[in-house]
């Protein structure tokens, strides 16, 4: 069985402009993502995650940080700067 789909010219320009914008703001994003370092801009591992922004990383330089932290249902990268240090 064949099925042939018609779609005119303006169709499919429009479906190119369409998928091009939806690129750009998936996209978006990763332009303005940020590091936040801990403690350098805050002092706590929360404090970070909650000025986080979607796609940003909390990276936390080796110590001893005695808390309970919650991502807050955020999409952002908590790191630590251990592994860097040898």
């Known amino acids: 069985m064949v099925v042939i789909l018609y779609t005119d010219k303006l169709t499919f320009t429009a479906m190119k402009k369409l998928t091009l914008i939806s690129l ?6 990763l332009m303005f993502a940020q590091i936040i370092n801990i403690p350098d801009n805050y002092s706590t591992i929360q404090l970070g995650i909650e000025a986080a922004n979607a796609g940003d990383t909390v990276l936390v330089e080796p110590g001893t940080y005695y808390e309970n932290i919650n991502f807050l249902g ?13």
């Open 24 to 29: 750009i703001l998936m996209t978006a994003n």
């Open 74 to 86: 955020k999409d952002i990268t908590v790191a630590s700067m251990y592994l860097f240090d040898f």
